[in-house]
């Protein structure tokens, strides 16, 4: 028997809980794993909450991310006693997920825990910060250098914002950080930003066109939001998007795109090739500061996750919270 955050949808409702699960109603994998940490991204508190159509199938553990140690393994790339890291495949929305003392899934979906992180520093980063480094990736390979100019990281203070900021600091780029937070100002200088910006600023409907200003942008918040970014981002300049935040809709003009070049990159971590996680991984030991790691962080147990959901879709909380899944 093992806990989990188990999601149900029935005549009785929508609703998640903490249960007790045997090890038996594990769903088909190659690979079965002792949880150590999980996480709780957006799409968990999206999931918990039933405040989006997250979740496929009923019942549901969730949890996007999850690192632990192999137990069983019908791979030949993983032994008893490997280390690993999950970030995404579906796992949390059609398979269950690693909001859970154990977790039985598909070799291919894993990559092996870099040995520069423990496991709860590899849930830190989680699917945010990876997803941070898969932004600042693309922003690289089409062209955008420190040089170029300042970028714009919007929903600054959630934990793609706030990985976001402390990699591309760290890196040498010029970072303005849109936030809804007054309050924490100081936390995201501390995180390398130069310039914190309102999100008022962004999140109305504006102009097709604005004026220049931005090199880059990682935009986590879409709609209004990211169609002004995208007004105002210079010749040649580069706009990845990977949230919705806001919303799915993209209420833009074609104007930023035919008049001045701009590139609007679409980023997704769930489906993300092998070959490009492991470069991420392999960049996030190199260029990630991990002291910034346990400024950016938060830990709760595993039965403190429903409340924290709330909160988390509430936007009462900033930077990464991982979940200590055997307390």
Not at 253 to 277: H, K, N, Q, W
Request: aromatic letters at 6%; proline letters at 5%; glycine letters at 12%.
């Amino acid at each position: 028997m093992f806990n989990a955050i188990v999601i149900d949808k029935d005549d009785a409702g929508y609703r998640a809980g903490l249960r007790e699960i045997d090890e038996a109603q594990l769903p088909e994998g190659d690979v079965t794993i002792d949880v150590a940490y999980s996480t709780l991204n957006y799409k968990d508190g999206l999931a918990i909450t039933g405040k989006g159509p997250v979740v496929r199938k009923f019942p549901m553990v969730p949890g996007i991310d999850l690192a632990g140690r192999v137990v069983r393994s019908r791979d030949e790339r993983y032994a008893e006693g490997n280390l690993v890291v999950l970030n995404g495949w579906g796992v949390g929305e059609t398979h269950w997920g690693g909001l859970a003392q154990k977790a039985q899934l598909k070799g291919e979906w894993l990559v092996p825990l870099p040995e520069a992180f423990s496991s709860r520093q590899a849930m830190a980063i989680g699917t945010a910060g990876y997803t941070a480094m898969l932004c600042v990736m693309a922003l690289e390979r089409h062209g955008v250098s420190p040089d170029k100019g300042e970028i714009v990281v919007t929903g600054a203070a959630g934990g793609v914002g706030s990985a976001a900021i402390t990699l591309l600091s760290k890196l040498g780029y010029t970072v303005a950080a849109v936030s809804g937070r007054p309050n924490e100002a100081d936390y995201l200088r501390g995180l390398g930003a130069a310039e914190i910006l309102d999100r008022s600023a962004f999140s109305e409907p504006g102009k097709p066109l604005a004026r220049e200003r931005w090199a880059g942008a990682v935009d986590v918040v879409g709609s209004h939001t990211l169609a002004n970014v995208c007004a105002s981002t210079k010749y040649r300049g580069v706009v990845t998007a990977c949230g919705l935040a806001q919303g799915m809709d993209l209420p833009a003009s074609v104007a930023p795109f035919i008049l001045r070049g701009v590139t609007l990159v679409g980023i997704d971590s769930v489906m993300c090739p092998r070959p490009e996680r492991l470069e991420a991984w392999e960049r996030l030991v190199r260029d990630l500061d991990p002291a910034k790691l346990d400024v950016m962080t938060t830990e709760i147990g595993l039965s403190e996750v429903v409340a924290t959901a709330g909160r988390l879709m509430a936007g009462g909380v900033r930077g990464r919270v991982i979940v200590d899944v055997n307390r």
